[in-house]
Structures are given as structure tokens and as C-alpha cells.
């Protein structure tokens, strides 16, 4: 009998477990199923908007959905947490969240890198693979980095993203060009104004990311409370 009582332990343990994992796949799942559907949302009918859209590009004022996506997140791994033992719970749900947090975040950069290089294929008619080498090659004139960390950087600190290799071209004389005009009217070198957006967004991005964070740990406690395991 008591070996049965240990095997129905056993198991029960192991279907809690089961159960665990498959919400936590779930969670994962809406969150980033929310994000790549406001992404491309956003990619189709916001950020062509003349000037306005390259202006809510670099704000990334679609990552406000952040509130609704790791509010959901924290609250799932909280109230999951009464699925394992009362003890290893809590440290193993908030493991979970600080591996997820970051990988939520990273993967919609993946999603607007691939955008991206969709549009330079259908705008230039091009392969896909001709794409990516045009893009990357852009990239790696700005800053030095193809792919999506490059994407990634260079979004970090120019909002304007050009679809086309003549806008790839035009778009350094453009620059030089405005950057001439502003020195002879405020004197401020053309390297100054690039480090006041480049900390201005990135600012943004690290603001951003301390929100997801505070979400997250917010509803978690939350979670943890309805369940009994605060």
C-alpha cells in the first residue's frame, strides 16, 4: 500500500509538472503571438504614414503593449506556481521569467528585421536572399553590424528605415546635406545631434524594458497571492 501511495505521489507530481510546462508554453505563446500581430499591424498601416510613422517607429510606442503582454505573463507563472511543490515554486516560476522576459522581448526585433527585409524584396523586386544582402550590407555601412543586431542598433538610433537601394543612397546624402544646413544655423557638430537620438531612443528602449520588468514582477506577486504561495 505504501509503495502505491508513493507511485500515486509520483505521478501526481509528474502530471503537476506536465501541467507547469504546458502553461507556461501557452503563456508564451500569447505573448508572443500579441506582439508579432501588433508588429506587423503597425508595420503595415502605422509606420508608412508619412513622417509620422517613421516618428512612432522610433518612439516604438507599440511596445506600450508591454503593460498588456507581461501583465498576462506575470500573472500566468504566478498562478501556475500552485501546480509544484509549495517550496521549489516560487524560485523555479521566477527563474522561468527571467529567462522569458528578455527572449520576449528579443524575438520581435527578429520579426522587424524580417519585415524589413521584405519590403526591400518587394519594393526593389528582388530574391529574397538578394534582399538580405542589400540590407545587410546598408547595415554594416551604418554601424558596422549586419543582421539583427545590427537592425537593432541602427534602429536604436535613425527612425527612418529605407526600403529601396536609391533611398539607401540618397538617404547618406540626405543626411549630409541636413546635417550642413543645421551646423550653419545652431552650430551644433552633426556628431552631437547623432548621440542626442541615439540616447534619446535608446532611453526609450531602456525605459520600455524597466516597464516590462516592473509588469512582471507586479503580477507575478499578484499571481503568487491568489494562489497562496506569497
Avoid at 538617404?171 to 557638430?189: A, C, M
Amino acid at each position: 500500500m505504501q509503495l502505491i501511495h508513493q507511485l500515486g505521489r509520483v505521478g501526481l507530481y509528474i502530471i503537476s509538472a506536465l501541467g507547469y510546462v504546458a502553461c507556461g508554453a501557452i503563456l508564451f505563446g500569447i505573448a508572443i503571438a500579441i506582439k508579432i500581430i501588433a508588429l506587423t499591424l503597425a508595420h503595415r498601416y502605422l509606420y508608412p504614414i508619412f513622417i509620422f510613422g517613421d516618428l512612432l517607429r522610433g518612439l516604438e510606442l507599440i511596445d506600450l503593449l508591454n503593460l498588456l503582454v507581461f501583465a498576462v505573463v506575470g500573472m500566468g507563472f504566478g498562478l501556475a506556481t500552485a501546480l509544484l511543490p509549495s517550496q521549489a515554486g516560487r524560485k523555479i516560476s521566477a527563474a522561468f521569467l527571467v529567462i522569458l522576459v528578455p527572449l520576449i522581448l528579443a524575438i520581435p526585433q527578429y520579426v522587424r528585421y524580417n519585415l524589413w527585409i521584405e519590403d526591400i524584396s518587394t519594393e526593389d523586386q528582388i530574391s529574397q536572399s538578394a534582399a538580405i544582402s542589400l540590407g545587410d550590407s546598408f547595415l554594416e555601412s551604418r554601424v558596422n553590424h549586419p543582421g539583427v543586431f545590427g537592425f537593432y542598433l541602427y534602429t536604436g538610433q535613425f527612425p527612418m528605415i529605407p526600403t529601396k537601394a536609391s533611398q539607401m543612397e540618397d538617404l547618406t546624402k540626405l543626411e549630409k546635406q541636413v546635417n550642413s544646413r543645421f551646423v550653419k544655423v545652431s552650430g551644433i557638430p552633426p556628431t552631437v545631434v547623432t548621440w542626442l537620438m541615439g540616447i534619446c531612443f535608446w532611453g526609450i528602449r531602456i525605459f520600455y524594458f524597466c516597464v516590462a520588468v516592473v509588469t512582471t514582477v507586479a503580477h507575478f506577486k499578484d499571481g503568487l497571492k491568489i494562489v497562496g504561495r506569497y
